[in-house]
């Protein structure tokens, strides 16, 4: 992006990250961190007395029998024991604990190490009484050479901050120094590799670049354990004189990211049974169709229940507690034990919308109740993910307990490629509400990015640029935001990765929530490098991800030729009318109304794979080709069966656009909207009030201890001083 391209757009992440970055980083490295850690035992978790007794008290009315797989029946065994100091349930756990170890494979130990680290580490601590020395002296041996067998692996270290291997690392890291300190010479050195090179050095670094916000980027599955992992270890280390989620505001604001990402009432999935309120699935989802990770599992549960009690009295507390009343999530015996039904927020009082800088994700409401309008836009490609999909630039909409449009969530499974033509599994473009040149969109590297890269040095498998959000803007009657994704969409030329074919990509989306409808302006101009002599020998690689298999997207064409596709998905069949498609989603009616291109021809594409037809939906492809530059203009709108459908025109006014909407109960709103390959001024005029000003840069939004305050319009104008 040119710098002149947007005056009024924030200061490039580089310079933001810096000064930010430092002020983060260096009270941290200042001293090192020193817990003052008891010499008996417990010590994780129940070393703080009051917390052990109310567990105990807890067991006393509401006692539980340990059961499960031979790690998590152990683990009950010790709590129990450690409860009721039953030492029959100790010697049982620890006579696992002792004979446990990690499978050699390298997959197989890190899986082993991070699903069954948390349990076998805390039998270790709550039954330490009833281990022998000869079995401490093994185990010390044992778990730190798995701690540096994790420590020093090449996967989900640095660089990996938002994996769920790397938190699984921060935990152990944790556990075992706080458990094992006193007795295990290098106790104080894992310790350290959680609190200081994890949290106090890589996290940071990461947070800045794509955590602001809370968004946990592996998505709705895997993301959960980047906010249930830590929780034990991290209060054990306050316990002892050392709050780590002090630290970084990064936890506070995923109290949020987990209200806005979660569907304001109970959610019908076409297919699949009902459910409670869910997750907008992204990245690799495999429990969507079960029901979403709130349902299924507890982690989200015991995340509300914890943060639910942690400072009472704020509002970031009571917010927690009003998700939890509003989800029943499930939740675990010990966190349950915690308490906390204290008095909860109305969540009906928080804003509507939410932004989330770091991943660049965009959540817009009509209302916070289960007869609401709900969006997710996921507008960047954040870094430090394993998980991830190729979804920049997605948008979900969800309204009263169904799908408007979602994509087709999963984890590797298959579906019908672009046009019909072979399959791709469920990380590609094409399963989600995206924007393709020529069939492809952002993400087109191989490497693991996206990675923030310094100014100058040799990108590799990276795309040019991250997207970048320049304009946001939150209001009563709207929600707004604008997002250029050209350069994410290149690699530099002469690069074998590169797909060269588009040269400017500008997404805005504008949410009206009177009248349940989106509106998506999306500004193109296409490139004719795959001319250039380089996309015209080998050293290009043209094969569909790297499988060898020769891409017939991968043409030479001029920048006129390209086809540009802009692409939304149905959980049913639509039924296609002129420039409108519309579907019936239970009781709702999903359409599409297009105004740009005036004349669209229509393509849906069903999904289904033989064997897997529970991912695949029905894909529409609306193209357009022809010119340099070109434009789609869209309108999603939910309504109720029976409702009548949103009429919609365009007026051309030279250098501008105006669409008119019109609902029969609500009335008419006019936008504004000016042409170009740049998204600059507009307006939204309600009836006969006057017209509120689509801003021209980021409105900044701030997380307090109270909840999410978007800045004024005054902050804006003086934010780079005086103009």
Same mark, same amino acid.
């Given at each position: 992006?040119?710098?002149?391209?947007?005056?009024?757009?924030? *200061?490039?992440?580089?310079?933001?990250?810096?000064?930010?970055?430092?002020?983060? @980083?260096?009270?941290?490295?200042?001293?090192?961190?020193?817990?003052?850690?008891?010499?008996?035992?417990?010590?994780?978790?129940?070393?703080?007395?009051?917390?052990?007794?109310?567990?105990?008290?807890?067991?006393?009315?509401? !006692?539980?029998? *340990?059961?499960?797989?031979?790690?998590?029946?152990?683990?009950?065994?010790?709590?129990?024991?450690?409860?009721?100091?039953?030492?029959?349930?100790?010697?049982?756990? %620890?006579?696992?604990?002792?004979?446990? &170890?990690?499978?050699?494979?390298?997959?197989?130990?890190?899986?082993?190490?991070?699903?069954?680290?948390?349990?076998?580490?805390?039998?270790?601590?709550?039954?330490?009484?009833?281990?022998?020395?000869?079995?401490?002296?093994?185990?010390?041996?044992?778990?730190?050479?798995?701690?540096?067998?994790?420590?020093? /692996? /090449?996967?989900?270290?640095?660089?990996?901050?938002?994996?769920?291997?790397?938190?699984?690392?921060?935990?152990?890291?944790?556990?075992?120094?706080?458990?094992?300190?006193?007795?295990?010479?290098?106790?104080?050195?894992?310790?350290?590799?959680?609190?200081?090179?994890?949290?106090?050095?890589?996290?940071?670094?990461?947070?800045?670049?794509?955590?602001?916000?809370?968004?946990?980027? &592996?998505?709705?599955?895997?993301?959960?354990?980047?906010?249930?992992?830590?929780? %034990?270890?991290?209060?054990?280390?306050?316990?002892?004189?050392?709050?780590?989620?002090?630290?970084?505001?990064?936890?506070?604001?995923?109290?949020?990211?987990?209200?806005?990402?979660?569907?304001?009432? !109970?959610?019908?999935?076409? +297919?699949?049974?009902?459910?409670?309120?869910?997750?907008?699935?992204?990245? /690799?989802?495999?429990?969507?169709?079960?029901?979403?990770?709130?349902?299924?599992?507890?982690?989200?549960?015991? @995340?509300? =229940?914890?943060?639910?009690?942690?400072?009472?009295?704020?509002?970031?507390?009571?917010?927690?507690?009003?998700?939890?009343?509003?989800?029943?999530?499930?939740?675990?015996?010990?966190?349950?034990?915690?308490?906390?039904?204290?008095?909860?927020?109305?969540?009906?009082?928080?804003?509507?919308?939410?932004?989330? *800088?770091?991943?660049?994700?965009?959540?817009?409401?009509?209302?916070?109740?289960?007869?609401?309008?709900?969006?997710?836009?996921?507008?960047?490609?954040?870094?430090? @993910?394993?998980?991830?999909?190729?979804?920049? +630039?997605?948008?979900?909409?969800?309204?009263?307990?169904?799908?408007?449009?979602?994509?087709?969530?999963?984890?590797? #499974?298959?579906?019908?490629?672009?046009?019909?033509?072979?399959?791709?599994?469920?990380?590609?473009?094409?399963?989600?509400?995206?924007?393709?040149?020529?069939?492809?969109?952002?993400?087109?590297?191989?490497?693991?990015?996206?990675?923030?890269?310094? *100014?100058?040095?040799?990108?590799?498998?990276?795309?040019?640029?991250?997207?970048?959000?320049?304009?946001?803007?939150?209001?009563?009657?709207?929600?707004?935001?604008?997002? /250029?994704?050209? =350069?994410?969409?290149?690699?530099?030329?002469?690069?074998?990765?590169?797909?060269?074919?588009?040269?400017?990509?500008?997404?805005?989306?504008?949410?009206? =929530?009177?009248?349940?409808?989106?509106?998506?302006?999306?500004?193109? =101009?296409?490139? +004719?490098?795959?001319?250039?002599?380089?996309?015209?020998?080998?050293?290009?690689?043209?094969?569909? $991800?790297?499988?060898?298999?020769?891409?017939?997207?991968?043409?030479?064409?001029?920048?006129?030729? %390209?086809?540009?596709?802009?692409?939304?998905?149905?959980?049913?069949?639509?039924?296609?009318?002129?420039?409108?498609?519309?579907?019936?989603?239970?009781?709702?009616?999903?359409?599409?109304?297009?105004?740009?291109?005036?004349?669209?021809?229509?393509?849906?594409?069903?999904?289904?794979?033989?064997?897997? $037809?529970?991912?695949?939906?029905?894909?529409? &492809?609306?193209?357009?080709?022809?010119?340099?530059?070109?434009?789609?203009?869209?309108?999603?709108?939910?309504?109720?069966?029976?409702?009548?459908?949103?009429?919609?025109?365009?007026?051309?006014?030279?250098?501008?656009?105006?669409?008119?909407?019109?609902?029969?109960?609500?009335?008419? %709103?006019?936008?504004?909207?000016? #042409?170009?390959?740049?998204?600059?001024?507009?307006?939204?005029?309600?009836?006969?009030?006057?017209?509120?000003?689509?801003?021209?840069?980021?409105?900044?939004?701030?997380?307090?201890?109270?909840?999410?305050?978007?800045?004024?319009?005054?902050?804006?104008?003086?934010?780079?001083?005086?103009?």
């Amino acid at each position: 992006m040119k710098t002149t391209d947007y005056p009024n757009a924030l *200061p490039s992440r580089a310079s933001r990250c810096c000064l930010a970055l430092l002020l983060l @980083v260096l009270p941290l490295l200042a001293q090192a961190v020193s817990l003052n850690i008891p010499t008996a035992h417990p010590r994780n978790w129940y070393g703080n007395a009051a917390r052990l007794t109310q567990a105990r008290n807890y067991y006393q009315t509401v !006692p539980f029998t *340990p059961a499960g797989e031979l790690t998590t029946l152990n683990f009950g065994r010790a709590l129990r024991g450690l409860l009721t100091n039953n030492n029959a349930d100790c010697d049982q756990a %620890v006579s696992y604990l002792a004979t446990w &170890e990690a499978p050699a494979g390298i997959g197989g130990f890190r899986d082993a190490t991070r699903q069954q680290g948390e349990a076998l580490l805390l039998i270790y601590d709550w039954c330490h009484h009833r281990l022998s020395t000869a079995q401490i002296n093994t185990l010390v041996a044992r778990w730190n050479g798995y701690m540096d067998r994790d420590n020093g /692996d /090449d996967f989900a270290n640095q660089g990996s901050e938002a994996n769920n291997y790397f938190w699984g690392r921060v935990r152990n890291n944790l556990l075992w120094g706080i458990a094992s300190h006193g007795e295990n010479p290098r106790a104080q050195e894992f310790i350290d590799n959680a609190l200081e090179t994890r949290l106090g050095s890589w996290f940071p670094s990461w947070y800045q670049d794509f955590g602001r916000g809370g968004v946990f980027p &592996e998505g709705a599955d895997y993301g959960s354990v980047t906010l249930s992992y830590p929780i %034990v270890p991290f209060q054990s280390a306050a316990d002892f004189g050392y709050d780590p989620y002090a630290q970084t505001p990064y936890f506070r604001e995923a109290i949020y990211a987990l209200i806005y990402g979660t569907t304001p009432g !109970p959610t019908r999935t076409t +297919g699949v049974p009902p459910t409670g309120s869910v997750l907008f699935p992204f990245n /690799d989802d495999a429990t969507f169709f079960d029901g979403s990770p709130i349902n299924v599992r507890t982690y989200y549960g015991d @995340v509300a =229940r914890y943060f639910g009690q942690r400072n009472a009295a704020s509002g970031n507390a009571r917010h927690m507690r009003a998700w939890l009343a509003a989800t029943n999530a499930g939740r675990s015996w010990m966190f349950d034990a915690l308490g906390g039904s204290g008095q909860a927020a109305d969540l009906g009082a928080l804003p509507l919308d939410y932004f989330a *800088p770091g991943a660049a994700v965009f959540y817009a409401r009509s209302a916070h109740d289960a007869n609401a309008s709900a969006l997710h836009l996921q507008l960047g490609t954040p870094g430090g @993910v394993q998980h991830r999909h190729r979804d920049a +630039g997605n948008f979900q909409f969800w309204r009263k307990g169904r799908w408007i449009t979602r994509e087709s969530a999963g984890y590797s #499974k298959p579906l019908a490629a672009f046009g019909g033509n072979g399959t791709v599994d469920t990380e590609h473009h094409v399963a989600h509400n995206g924007l393709l040149f020529q069939g492809r969109t952002t993400g087109r590297w191989v490497g693991t990015g996206p990675i923030v890269i310094p *100014p100058g040095a040799d990108r590799g498998d990276q795309p040019d640029g991250l997207p970048e959000v320049v304009r946001v803007h939150h209001d009563p009657g709207f929600g707004y935001v604008a997002t /250029d994704f050209s =350069r994410s969409y290149r690699n530099t030329t002469g690069r074998r990765v590169d797909w060269p074919y588009a040269d400017k990509a500008v997404r805005e989306f504008l949410f009206l =929530r009177r009248y349940n409808a989106l509106v998506i302006l999306d500004r193109l =101009r296409t490139s +004719g490098d795959s001319q250039l002599p380089f996309y015209l020998t080998a050293n290009w690689i043209n094969t569909i $991800e790297g499988t060898g298999t020769p891409d017939p997207l991968a043409v030479h064409v001029t920048a006129t030729a %390209v086809v540009r596709t802009f692409l939304m998905h149905f959980e049913t069949p639509p039924t296609l009318s002129a420039n409108r498609a519309s579907a019936v989603v239970g009781e709702q009616i999903a359409d599409l109304i297009t105004l740009l291109p005036a004349n669209p021809t229509y393509r849906v594409i069903n999904e289904d794979v033989a064997g897997a $037809e529970l991912y695949g939906q029905h894909r529409l &492809e609306l193209d357009s080709s022809g010119s340099v530059e070109s434009y789609f203009l869209n309108v999603v709108h939910g309504r109720d069966v029976g409702a009548p459908a949103l009429t919609a025109s365009l007026t051309d006014n030279g250098s501008s656009w105006t669409l008119s909407l019109s609902d029969p109960q609500q009335g008419t %709103v006019s936008i504004l909207l000016q #042409k170009g390959m740049s998204s600059t001024g507009g307006s939204v005029t309600f009836g006969a009030a006057a017209p509120v000003a689509l801003y021209a840069s980021v409105q900044g939004l701030q997380v307090t201890n109270d909840g999410p305050v978007w800045s004024s319009l005054a902050d804006l104008i003086f934010a780079n001083g005086f103009q």
